[in-house]
């Protein structure tokens, strides 16, 4: 079980950095997806643990501009299973921008695609 105060939020959401900004370790809000997985990434070769898939949805990487991914804030040794998600997250990142760049959204669609990233987050945090 992990406590959502020893967890750090990466995100470019600004829905989610604003839920969790003062119940979370840490809130780092970044401006794209592709940024969010590069700094999780850092973060997991630093120590920290990834508790949320990179790729959580059934969205491709393509599809929405929107992404948050939940680590644990305690630095261990290396994991791994989160360097080798984290790692395949970014490769597909890059494969499917190859196929289709994300489109820029009208904002009534972007904020849709804040309220789904939202949700994942939301419905993940009990589980902890």
Not at 47 to 57: D, I, R, V
Not at 64 to 75: I, N
Request: with cysteine; charged share 30%.
């Amino acid at each position: 079980m992990y406590n959502l105060e020893q967890c750090i939020f990466v995100t470019n959401n600004d829905r989610v950095a604003l839920k969790f900004k003062d119940r979370a370790k840490d809130v780092i809000f970044l401006e794209g997806y592709r940024e969010v997985l590069i700094k999780s990434r850092d973060l997991i070769y630093a120590g920290h643990k990834l508790l949320t898939h990179p790729q959580a949805s059934s969205l491709k990487p393509n599809q929405t501009p929107y992404r948050s991914v939940l680590l644990y804030g305690e630095k261990a040794s290396l994991d791994e299973e989160s360097v080798m998600l984290i790692e395949k997250a970014i490769e597909n990142f890059d494969k499917w921008q190859d196929i289709r760049k994300t489109p820029e959204y009208n904002p009534k669609i972007a904020d849709d695609y804040k309220t789904i990233d939202l949700s994942v987050i939301e419905n993940i945090i009990p589980k902890l």
